[in-house]
């Protein structure tokens, strides 16, 4: 079953309630394509030099970080919580 709108605005409804509860300030939701821009900036970065000093910041772990299904195939949200 696919969900629709309402069930997701639901669902959406539900865990910012939870996270709200949990004593996160910021819950946002978007969807599991690829953050391309996000992924060119940062590999900039890397290749100028701007990470040295954080040997584990590699364009490999940049690629995995933006692209969301090569951490978790199959997935179709991403739900970022934080604290201000």
């Avoid at 940062?42 to 040295?52: F, N, T």
């Amino acid at each position: 079953m696919v969900p629709n709108s309402r069930s997701m605005s639901n669902m959406e409804h539900i865990i910012r309630r939870y996270a709200k509860e949990l004593g996160f300030d910021i819950v946002g939701f978007t969807s599991a394509e690829p953050f391309l821009r996000d992924e060119a900036a940062a590999i900039e970065r890397v290749r100028s030099g701007l990470m040295d000093g954080l040997p584990w910041y590699t364009e490999e772990r940049v690629h995995r970080a933006t692209h969301p299904r090569a951490l978790l195939d199959g997935a179709k949200s991403v739900i970022s919580l934080g604290f201000l």
